[in-house]
């Protein structure tokens, strides 16, 4: 340093060639950022849309900003060329220009219009937005650029984030949400008449919205990066279009199950037709069995069977309508009904079957524990016993007459079974409770 100036020391020559050195690089890097910010896709389309919101308001003072930089760059430039032709003047500069360049490169030798940064809606550097102009140092200068450039590119950045992102995604939706469309129209997927239809509506109609609040207010869509201060720090918020994103995929998938209905139709109907007639056989063989069991057995209760289920006939019949007339989201839902019911129905039918022929079963395991009885006997040697050859005649008239006592018939075969066992000289057969109790046989 040398003499003291009004800004204090006076720079020697090579304190002022690194100042003037230093200050030409940072020229140099400010003009590039601030050729790429107005070079900026962002910037060009904030220039010509139709702003709405956040984004308007934001536009508004980010332009602002972008007038003054350029402003403050101006005369961040017309004082570095100042300086460089102060030095240029002599190989080794006077006191005297050693003492302007001290002055120009550290002191407050750079003049803005007051007017300026007001239109910005800038502070001052004294903070008195009312004066007529500001003294700024270079250095002063350069950090009041840094900072409108990092705002100005923060707001540029994001809605051009939010315009690269959204719009495409949402018309590539748009496009599926299309093609969904013709799909479910071909299957009858309509609004009005079925919920999926509905939806399809609704889908279109939050898209469209979403499209033009995306265009006009982008900034409406973004969100920033917490803890972050870098320019453009965050990501474009998708909670609306993943919203209905997830809505049409739930619509396709029911609309492809509409489709495999449309596909499986006939073949699904044809195997309902064969469930419901095995039912219908099945009840028709019962009320077959019913009339025997009354007229082979006496004394038992025999369930009433009911008719085959005409109501099911009958949506099976507008099942087949459906399927002529494509109305397969209306016969989707019909099937899988029909399908649970018909199964039912069968299974009901065979459990008629079998209350009903109840009473046949037992006649015929006491039949046959009888014959086998008499067969052990046959085996030892007493085939001709007296006793025994009349309490199985007697036992035998029970079961092969009609109408059959059960229980009566079944005590007959316990006496021949406790005569035959007393003879043999085996354990004694136990008394029966009632003709179901005990059908083991006599070898058990």
Request: hydrophobic share 40%; net charge negative.
């Amino acid at each position: 340093m040398g003499v003291t100036g009004p800004t204090g020391p006076v720079m020697d020559r090579d304190e002022v060639d690194r100042a003037l050195a230093r200050l030409g690089a940072e020229h140099e890097a400010i003009e590039t950022s601030l050729l790429a910010l107005q070079d900026h896709a962002g910037r060009r389309l904030l220039e010509g849309a139709e702003l709405t919101g956040v984004t308007r308001e934001r536009w508004a003072s980010t332009e602002a900003s972008i007038t003054l930089l350029w402003t403050y760059f101006d005369a961040y430039s017309d004082a570095l060329r100042s300086a460089r032709d102060i030095r240029a003047r002599r190989r080794w500069s006077s006191r005297e220009d050693l003492a302007e360049l001290t002055e120009l490169l550290s002191g407050e030798a750079v003049t803005i219009a007051g007017s300026a940064a007001a239109t910005a809606n800038a502070p001052t550097l004294h903070g008195s937005p009312g004066r007529l102009s500001e003294r700024y140092s270079l250095a002063t200068l350069v950090d009041r650029m840094n900072e409108l450039y990092a705002t100005s590119l923060d707001m540029v950045v994001a809605a051009d984030a939010v315009w690269s992102a959204l719009p495409a995604r949402i018309d590539l939706l748009a496009a599926e949400l299309q093609r969904t469309r013709r799909l479910a129209h071909s299957v009858g997927v309509r609004p009005g008449e079925h919920p999926a239809g509905d939806d399809l509506e609704r889908i279109t109609r939050t898209l469209t919205k979403l499209r033009e609040q995306v265009i006009s207010d982008p900034l409406a869509f973004w969100q920033p990066a917490e803890g972050s201060s870098a320019p453009g720090g965050g990501r474009p918020d998708t909670t609306v279009y993943d919203r209905e994103a997830r809505a049409l995929e739930d619509v396709r998938r029911e609309i492809d199950a509409v489709l495999t209905v449309r596909q499986d139709a006939e073949k699904r109907i044809v195997a309902l037709r064969d469930v419901l007639s095995r039912a219908d056989r099945t009840l028709a063989e019962a009320r077959t069995a019913r009339g025997e069991v009354l007229a082979k057995i006496a004394a038992t209760e025999v369930p009433v069977v009911s008719g085959p289920p005409t109501a099911l006939q009958e949506q099976l019949a507008t099942a087949a309508e459906y399927r002529r007339q494509g109305q397969w989201h209306r016969l989707s839902p019909l099937l899988e009904s029909l399908e649970q019911k018909a199964e039912d129905e069968l299974h009901r039918a065979r459990e008629s079957l079998t209350a009903v022929t109840a009473p046949l079963a037992v006649r015929a395991e006491l039949r046959g524990r009888l014959d086998a009885y008499k067969a052990k006997v046959a085996r030892h040697g007493f085939a001709e016993d007296a006793l025994l050859v009349e309490r199985y005649e007697k036992a035998r008239r029970m079961l092969w007459s009609a109408p059959c006592d059960l229980r009566a018939a079944e005590q007959a075969v316990l006496r021949y079974q406790h005569a035959a066992a007393e003879l043999l000289g085996g354990p004694r057969v136990p008394d029966q409770g009632g003709p179901e109790d005990d059908r083991r046989g006599p070898g058990a």
